[in-house]
């Protein structure tokens, strides 16, 4: 089993920046793909970001270039680094893992969401 504790939202001027943090408990995180979706009111949540076990990402065309997703094994923690920010980006932000090699979509681990607030 697997818990993922998420922080680091608020609200942000546009052009601003936050960084998201999801902290996992449990074994074997070095060994979990782990992502990024977020939520907009009266939409589908959607996928933002995933980092694979190695380190490699990959983005939703709406953030490539301004979003930059990390992990620190170590302190079983992902990161997500948001530079300038569009009131579009507004959501609430979802922490994922999913227990596989490879990047297959989301998996049956969320976390409680962040709410982000891009607005002047």
């Known amino acids: 089993q697997v818990q993922l504790v998420e922080s680091g939202g608020g609200l942000v001027q546009p052009g601003g920046s936050l960084r998201l943090s999801c902290a996992a408990s449990g074994s074997f995180f070095t060994l979990y793909v782990m992502g990024w979706y977020r939520q907009a009111p009266g939409k589908q949540r959607e996928f933002v970001a995933v980092?694979?076990?190695?380190?490699?990402?990959k983005y939703a065309d709406s953030v490539k270039g301004r979003f930059t997703m990390s992990r620190e094994n170590a302190k079983k923690t992902v990161y997500l680094q948001m530079d300038s920010l569009k009131p579009e980006d507004t959501a609430v932000y979802y922490c994922?893992?999913?227990?596989?090699?490879?990047?297959?979509?989301?998996?049956?681990?969320w976390g409680q969401g962040t709410q982000v607030t891009v607005s002047s």
């Open positions: 980092i694979d076990i190695n380190g490699r990402t």
């Open positions: 994922n893992a999913d227990p596989s090699t490879v990047v297959r979509g989301p998996g049956e681990f």
